[in-house]
């Protein structure tokens, strides 16, 4: 037998074929391909009736294997009874089908990306130094047996890792010093290149209007100059046009702030009035369109094509917009907005002659042709005073209001003959106050108000001149009371630049997180004015009233 097994081997045989032998394998397999059979669902083989026997794929295979012709050189040993063996069931779904099994699979096909272990920072290389000192000898600097086990456990690095914190912690106690525990990594990679004040500074106006510019300056490129940017390594910065400021309009700007302050604050406490009986008015051109107007597009969309007759005659109308502050109540919600109106100059005319617009006699809407005095005389008699009495809080009862106003030639006076004869009317005494000289950031509308109905006018797109009087009307009723309210908040912190800087307007708009004091509930109704700047200010007022 040990003949016949070496010879079978050699020629390539194993136990189980070839001899023409059945061993125990050979029965273990017939049971195993009888018990393998599986149930074929409809859907897989065909469309057969409920509870209709299936055919068994393999004895299809075996008939059509009896069918063919089988040669006498290939028919030795083998009876014509003798079925084609299959090397696998044809009922069962091959290999392919069956998903792979998760236990089967090795680490690398389960979690193709194997997540890092986290740069140790600071904070946790100092909570692992403590974990080691708890568990240290009494009397020696040897860590109990196991410490790094549990520390390895605990916070999933290395041993190495835990050595090495412990072995820099005890270098340290040998040389007395502090353990310090910064690491090094922000030494690592290449250096930034570094940027001086005085490399910047030293370069003229005119050669750093652009990152270009400014790159060929400094002998870098645009693209670097660009990061500095982002860093804020470099403040980018668009300059206005300020108006011009006198001596003379520098002490008038800084007695009108310090007129806004409380008479029994200063010195010690110097705090700005609540401003609840100021109502600030002012006019502005308001145009149909812009010249240049940016929007966004689809990427196959067309780009929209805007005509005008003249690019330099484009239809405007002026405003007159009037606001007060808002009030707000106990809970925070708003109980009045502050909106007094916004009142066009213009006409209802009727159309002298037919045209293809129109016909003759239909009325139209025409600005006036000049806002002097009588236009503005008018607009506050017919519209404002109509306006307080309608829409000021009634619980507040009978007081004195001022409207504050700039100094335009086209604005009335107190001591107007016919606005005397209107200004006290069902309890309230308007009194006309002029604001300082070239100082728009004195007036609540000049100061944001406008600007923000501007941006909100211009996303309506108006078509015609009727519909940019309906559409600047909206825009003024759609504007959210939180942003009126926060502009008067910012008169209040103007008045302190004006006072810091002895009247002068070269100063930034202060920003000063309002919407975070707001969160944080300490955003204050009355801003305090700071006592040193206050003091210099009425010095120099003395001084100047005494010289003149």
């Known amino acids: 037998m040990a003949s016949d097994q070496e ?19 050979d029965y273990d397999d017939d049971e195993a391909t009888q018990n393998a059979v599986s149930e074929v669902n409809a859907h897989q083989i065909g469309d057969f009736e409920q509870n209709q026997q299936l055919p068994d794929l393999n004895e299809v295979g075996q008939e059509y294997a009896q069918e063919c012709e089988v040669g006498p050189q290939h028919t030795s040993g083998i009876s014509d009874n003798h079925s084609v063996p299959f090397l696998f069931d044809l009922n069962m779904p091959t290999q392919q089908e069956f998903p792979p099994s998760p236990i089967h699979q090795t680490e690398t096909e389960q979690n193709h990306h194997k997540p890092r272990t986290p740069r140790i920072n600071n904070e946790l290389r100092l909570e692992i130094l403590l974990f080691l000192l708890l568990r240290k000898e009494k009397h020696s600097d040897e860590l109990i047996h196991g410490t790094n086990r549990q520390a390895v456990i605990k916070f999933g690095y290395t041993r190495k890792t835990i050595r090495l ?46 990152i270009i510019d400014l790159a060929r300056m400094l002998n870098l490129s645009p693209t670097t100059v660009w990061r500095m940017v982002k860093r804020k390594q470099i403040k980018p910065h668009s300059s206005p046009l300020n108006p011009g400021i006198s001596e003379e309009c520098k002490m008038a700007r800084m007695k009108w702030v310090l007129g806004l302050l409380m008479d029994y604050s200063i010195p010690n406490d110097p705090t700005y009035y609540s401003m609840y009986d100021f109502i600030h008015i002012d006019e502005k051109w308001f145009y149909l369109t812009q010249k240049s107007q940016r929007v966004y597009l689809a990427n196959n969309e067309p780009f929209p094509h805007r005509k005008g007759k003249s690019r330099t005659k484009i239809p405007k109308f002026m405003f007159m917009a009037a606001v007060a502050r808002p009030r707000w109540g106990q809970d925070g919600q708003c109980e009045w907005d502050g909106k007094l109106g916004i009142f066009p100059f213009t006409d209802a005319v009727a159309a002298k002659r037919t045209s293809k617009n129109r016909v003759k006699g239909t009325i139209e809407t025409k600005p006036i042709k000049s806002v002097n005095q009588i236009a503005t005389r008018a607009m506050l008699i017919n519209y404002l005073i109509p306006a307080i009495k309608e829409k000021w809080p009634p619980h507040e009862g009978e007081r004195v209001i001022y409207i504050i106003q700039d100094n335009a030639k086209a604005h009335i006076l107190q001591n107007d003959q016919e606005w005397q004869q209107h200004y006290k009317q069902d309890g309230f ?31 309506k797109m108006p078509k015609t001149v009727e519909d940019l009087s309906g559409a ?26 004006i006072l810091k800087h002895k009247g002068d307007n070269d100063y930034q708009l202060p920003h000063n997180k309002k919407k975070i004091l707001e969160d944080e509930g300490n955003l204050p109704e009355q801003v305090k004015a700071p006592r040193w700047a206050v003091n210099e200010c009425k010095q120099l007022v003395d001084e100047w009233r005494a010289n003149q």
């Open 429 to 459: 005494t308007l009194i006309l106050t002029q604001q300082p000289a070239n100082s728009p950031d004195c007036n609540i509308l000049d100061l944001g108000f406008f600007r923000s109905i501007q941006s909100l006018m211009h996303k």
């Open 165 to 210: 914190i412990w072995q820099r912690a005890l270098a340290h106690k040998a040389a007395m010093d502090l353990y310090f525990y910064d690491s090094k990594y922000h030494n690592c990679g290449r250096k930034r290149i570094q940027v001086t004040y005085e490399s910047i500074a030293s370069i003229a106006m005119g050669d750093r209007t652009t």
């Open 472 to 497: 600047v009307t909206e825009a003024y009723n759609e504007l959210h009371a939180k942003t009126l309210s926060n502009v008067w908040m910012s008169l209040q912190y103007v008045g302190n630049e």
């Open 7 to 25: 010879e079978d081997e050699f020629l390539g045989f194993s136990d189980d074929e070839g001899d023409g032998t059945n061993s125990d394998s």
